[in-house]
């Protein structure tokens, strides 16, 4: 990462457009707490990749004056692990939900923990898909009753921190928008934390779940203390509350690194090989 | 927020210097806060509403600039990852508090709310073991918020009470009840 001794504001991260989110979405949250933790680091925005999905989180990158990738649909990881490879000196950040992440990008997600590339993924966890008008994703509550799953789904919740730290993610967090600077300090940790650091964030949507406004009373501020030790953190998570906040996880495993030499090509040839 | 308290990362200000960088940090979080609520209510056409946060914003603005102008300084300390007892400043709404359809009315009696937290706040800082120059300015500050808890009540007598069903929309985004 270049932290670098540019005092820019946290406005300063922030792009013109106006996000076109619900009032009261948590999403808000992360856009404060991003720009505050690119602050922190002082770092140019020329140095950053903000790369996404799609749903109503993965608009971030509109919303950011960094460099940003709107992506397909699950395919974040994938387009930022590429981005990281090819161009290891920007910071990229990964964003997107649970729908996202989770369903489509289930997948994704275990690889790019096991693959352990240096960059950090942030996914805004309202346990509903908020673009699509409220279906139940992979943490939505198995008893959640809606018009769209009448007496809820019966399912068993994914577990994404359980599952980050099984796969080989190397730091493993969570935060809540309704804090907006400890977000911030939580992302400042993952972003200086070499390899792949997940956060967790707890942003509620509060058009299709507005009961999740009531999480501010439930979240658990500095809950975990952070270990270097993933059997300590596997015991942690077994009484986790699901509103335990804070860093669990920072490892120890060396960041992935290509092996051999870089194989630089102009961009002319990379277009030819790419003419169908 | 009700869950383990946060620990108290705001030691005592030993000086008035201290103590106004954090009122300075206050004034800051809220009135880019407002200002932000203020293009969240102009995006979705809630153009009273936008117009008021608007308005809240430029006198937080001021607050912040009438400290700059007591102090002498030509820059604020740095507010950017400011650590308060509370998740966020004692002036600074809630994201969550918002509704699409709100009604001035809400926003002055979140307003309201916050000046109140802030005069509280102040009154902490003014009754805790510090210099006596820290709590005479922690005093005259209390007093100032207090002073606007009452502009902003005079503000709401003259403003409508909403209607009950006021967040009742005929075309409603939720499929989901
Ligand atoms: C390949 C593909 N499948 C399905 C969709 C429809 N779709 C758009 S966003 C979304 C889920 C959004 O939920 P989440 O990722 O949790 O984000 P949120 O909107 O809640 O922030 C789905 C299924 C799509 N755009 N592309
Ligand atoms: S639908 Fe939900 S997730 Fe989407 S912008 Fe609105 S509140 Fe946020």
């Known amino acids: ?276 | 927020m009700s869950g383990k308290s946060r620990v108290a990362r705001q030691a005592l200000p030993g000086s008035v210097e201290e103590f106004m960088a954090c009122a300075y940090a206050m004034e800051v979080e809220a009135a880019e806060r407002y200002a932000e609520l203020a293009d969240q209510m102009d995006t979705h056409h809630n153009r009273e509403v936008a117009g008021l946060f608007a308005k809240l914003a430029r006198i937080e603005g001021k607050h912040r600039d009438q400290i700059l102008a007591r102090m002498g300084w030509e820059h604020g300390p740095d507010a950017a990852v400011f650590r308060w007892e509370t998740p966020e400043g004692p002036e600074t709404t809630d994201y969550g508090e918002l509704h699409y359809l709100m009604q001035p009315y809400h926003a002055l009696r979140l307003a309201e709310h916050n000046e109140r937290r802030a005069a509280e706040f102040f009154e902490r800082f003014a009754a805790a073991p510090v210099p006596e120059d820290v709590r005479a300015a922690a005093r005259e500050m209390a007093e100032e918020e207090r002073e606007h808890v009452r502009l902003i009540q005079e503000w709401l007598a003259r403003v409508p009470p909403p209607e009950p069903g006021w967040d009742e929309d005929m075309d409603p985004p939720a499929v989901a009840d």
Not at chain 1, 111 to 125: E, G, K, L, P, Q
Not at chain 1, 191 to 214: A, D, I, N, Y
Not at chain 1, 217 to 229: S, Y
Request: aromatic share 8%; glycine share 12%.
């Open chain 1, 1 to 276: 990462m270049n932290e670098t001794a540019v005092a820019l504001a946290p406005a300063g991260y922030k792009s013109e457009v106006k996000p076109v989110w619900c009032p009261g979405c948590g999403d808000f949250g992360v856009v404060n707490a991003l720009s505050k933790a690119f602050a922190k680091l002082a770092l140019r925005p020329e140095d950053i990749a903000v790369v996404s999905g799609i749903g109503c989180s993965s608009r971030i990158p509109a919303y950011m004056s960094s460099y940003g990738f709107h992506g397909v649909h699950g395919r974040a990881l994938a387009a930022g692990t590429g981005l990281k490879i090819a161009r290891p000196d920007l910071t990229v950040v990964v964003t997107g939900g649970d729908g996202d992440g989770y369903s489509i990008g289930g997948n994704h997600f275990l690889h790019a923990c096991r693959r352990n590339v240096d960059m950090t993924y942030v996914v805004m966890d309202n346990r509903v898909y908020g673009m699509t008008k409220g279906q139940p994703s992979p943490t939505t509550e198995p008893d959640w009753d809606s018009k769209l799953s009448p007496d809820g789904t019966g399912l068993r919740e994914f577990q994404p921190m359980v599952i980050a730290l099984a796969s080989g993610a190397n730091f493993v967090a969570r935060g809540f928008t309704g804090d907006p600077n400890g977000l911030a300090e939580i992302l400042v940790e993952a972003m200086r934390h070499p390899g792949f650091s997940f956060v967790e964030v707890l942003s509620p949507c509060v058009t299709f779940r507005p009961e999740q406004k009531e999480w501010k009373k439930l979240v658990q501020e500095d809950a975990f203390t952070p270990t270097a030790d993933a059997k300590e953190a596997a015991g942690r998570l077994m009484h986790d509350t699901g509103f335990d906040l804070g860093v669990l996880y920072a490892g120890g495993r060396a960041p992935y690194a290509p092996r051999g030499p870089r194989a630089e090509r102009p961009v002319e040839e990379l277009e030819r090989r790419f003419v169908l």
